[in-house]
């Protein structure tokens, strides 16, 4: 029996996933394969690397440095946020929270990251062969929200965000062989997810990056689909939906620390279904 976890990411939102993973480290419950979208990908590599509380520091702690999220990097580098700090200078070897790669390396779970190809709008799934000691080129690809992060470049190609791709990838988890699929969302799942605020961004996107622009417009439509086969999974066993019933006010970008710990403790308190799931009961 094949079991994944799906981490579909939501920015500052994604404290909620941190509480689920603690969860499951506290209660050493394990998955075959790993997919992590935007905040997602941070959020799994911390768990597959067994870095418990890892994750909720970093929401808590680092976003309210400039040099995490900024106007200031937005004059300086062209993006709000500046992902190679977040995921290089804070995660790389010596930084101040550095991922442990060996044990990330070692555990035997499969990992893919998502992002968006910026110019054709095709998913790209990186795997954990893609991902090296102080080189998380993949989750700063998978984490460029359009129009406040510039596409993240690899191989000469240019990246963002991977919910413009491939925003809930279970038929991916069915595809690599999972038999059941604890899917994680960042917002109540009865929640139809709206797509002004995707329109409105798409407008700063659209002329250097037009494919994007619509995988940008589009995205709302393609969320609540995937939301909603979700549910019909989840109703004949093969998925389990982890989602918050309060976003407790939390949005991609908001900096609240009282917010954060609250749907932190919803996470972990929700992340109690699991088990059972995973087990198979």
């Excluded at 075959?32 to 997602?40: K, P, R, V, W």
């Excluded at 509380?53 to 929401?59: A, H, L, P, T, V």
């Excluded at 659209?206 to 689909?225: C, D, F, H, I």
């Amino acid at each position: 029996m094949k079991t994944g976890i799906i981490d579909v990411g939501g920015g500052m939102r994604g404290i909620y996933a941190a509480g689920v993973f603690d969860r499951c480290m506290d209660e050493d419950i394990r998955f075959d394969l790993c997919i992590g979208i935007s905040a997602g990908s941070a959020n799994v590599s911390s768990y597959l690397a067994g870095q418990r509380g890892r994750n909720r520091f970093f929401y808590e702690t680092y976003p309210f440095r400039k040099e995490y999220m900024s106007l200031g990097n937005f004059l300086r580098i062209g993006s709000y946020l500046d992902l190679d700090y977040i995921y290089g200078t804070l995660s790389n070897t010596g930084g101040e929270c550095p991922l442990d790669y060996d044990a990330f390396a070692a555990n035997p779970a499969e990992l893919i990251v998502i992002a968006c190809d910026a110019d054709t709008g095709e998913s790209r799934y990186f795997e954990k062969k893609d991902v090296a000691r102080d080189d998380y080129r993949p989750m700063m690809a998978s984490s460029a929200i359009p129009a406040v992060c510039l596409p993240y470049p690899i191989d000469g190609r240019r990246y963002f965000d991977g919910a413009l791709g491939d925003t809930i990838p279970l038929q991916k988890a069915f595809d690599e062989g999972c038999d059941r699929v604890v899917l994680v969302l960042t917002k109540p799942k009865d929640t139809l997810r709206k797509a002004d605020k995707d329109v409105f961004l798409a407008r700063f996107v659209k002329r250097r990056w037009p494919v994007a622009a619509e995988r940008l417009r589009t995205r709302a439509k393609r969320y609540n689909e995937g939301v909603a086969l979700a549910k019909k999974l989840e109703a004949e066993g093969k998925v389990l939906i982890i989602a918050p019933e309060d976003t407790e006010g939390m949005d991609t970008l908001k900096k609240d620390r009282d917010a954060m710990e609250r749907l932190y403790a919803r996470g972990y308190e929700d992340a109690a279904a699991i088990r059972a799931f995973a087990a198979g009961d």
